[in-house]
């Protein structure tokens, strides 16, 4: 499925600016069940761009400009081609083993999952069942369980948190699929990206029309498949990933300083559209 993305920041000051600096990941992601057919990035007011790729694999971007400006416009247009029509169907040859380093970053705590009694028991009825089920039963489980309700979190929620109030958005939930994972030793990692929404069983109803999250579990079955708990979904084709990490502090958005006492604001507008 061929899929376009049309992602726009405005960042309004109450005042001038004199330098803005500002790291973003907005993709594109490239592997082997998406590929980037066409990324622009637009700065304005413009100024430098260096293009870099993280420890994750993440594809970065450092913008700085020095302009006085009072307003930023940031925004992005990728056009992807995703291949993961049925994301239950086993890969023809088997997945590749973690290596150390991929272990360790998707079973430890981090700091917005850290290692909690209440997870552990939640996940301990799951951990005998075949890794590919249990992922799915849990993100049943959540997408049961817990209330979609924005507003109620912000960036900074931990995990504790939404285990304790039941409320969350696609972040919270996500994070809370990955701390029942790894209470029960399967690596899990955190993914932000787009959603192509619809009616269907098989298409996500939640979460457009701004950034969305999901995890990825790793099983010796399906290596990494994406496991929605805001839709109760596999992540199919329907899905377009920008980038992963331990968890959200690993791969916002934006994230950046500016020079001025002044406060700012910021507006975000995402559609996703079948390619022509």
Known sequence: MRLTVHHENRFEFEGEVTESVMDVRLGPFEDAH?????????????????????????VGHLLTTMRTHSTLQLSTDIEVETLLH?????????????????????????????????????????????PFDAARQMMAMIYEQFEYQPGVTDVTTSVAHVFQGRQGVCQDFAHLLIGLCRAIRLP????????????????????????????????????????????NLVANDRYVKIALGRDYHDVPPTRGTYQGAVVGKLEVAVSTRHAH
């Open 188 to 231: 899990a990692r955190y993914v932000s990206g787009y959603i192509l929404t619809g009616d269907h069983n098989d298409e996500p109803s939640r979460g457009s029309g701004a950034s969305h999250a999901w995890a990825e579990v790793f099983t010796p079955t399906h290596g990494w498949r994406g496991f929605d708990p805001t839709n």
């Open 34 to 58: 998406q590929r980037v057919q066409r990324f622009q990035l637009r700065w304005e007011p413009p100024g430098h761009v260096r293009r870099y790729e993280d420890g994750f694999g993440n």
């Open 86 to 130: 049925d994301p239950f169907q086993q890969p023809v040859e088997a997945p590749r083993p973690l290596g150390p380093v991929e272990r360790a970053d998707s079973l430890n705590p981090s700091a917005l999952v850290p290692a909690l009694d209440s997870l552990s028991e939640m996940a301990e009825p799951f951990g005998l069942l075949e």
